[in-house]
């Protein structure tokens, strides 16, 4: 697996299917916009924005692993402080998210945002994945033909 170019916010969350975070962080852009000094993201693109950055990091290193890798950075990636939790749940309308799928209950209402938020960290982490592979098909085709 090769690196992979940053994406910007907005694509991120699209691979991701949730909602668009509020601020994106600015990266990703062909031409980077100087964006002022007290500018700041939002809490939705930052958190896809760990997913990537783990994914990348995971892949450069050679320890990406299909099965679990994304599982695990999608566990990583959920904030453990509550309000940081229901920001980033609001900023990428994770209530759009079926938490019973994972076994969530209406009992306890944060556990069951953060198993939102762990499914979309997941399906990003996967797509990313699928996204280097498809590359690297990809250039194994282009070098074959040469």
Known sequence: MRLMKPHTSWTLADLAGCSSPDAHDGIGFDDTADLPADYKSS???DFLRRVETDVAERVADGSFDEDD??????????????HDLW?????LGAYNE?????????DDLTRAAGVCLYL????LARALADEIEDEDDE??????GA
Do not use: C, K, M
């Not at 079926?98 to 209406?106: F, I, M, T």
């Open 43 to 45: 809490p939705g693109a």
């Open 69 to 82: 890798s994304p599982a695990e950075i999608a566990d990583g990636a959920v904030p453990i402080y509550t």
């Open 87 to 91: 920001t980033t749940f609001v900023d």
């Open 98 to 106: 079926d938490p019973s799928e994972l076994g969530a209950e209406a």
């Open 120 to 123: 979309i960290a997941d399906r």
């Open 139 to 144: 250039d194994d085709d282009d070098g074959e």
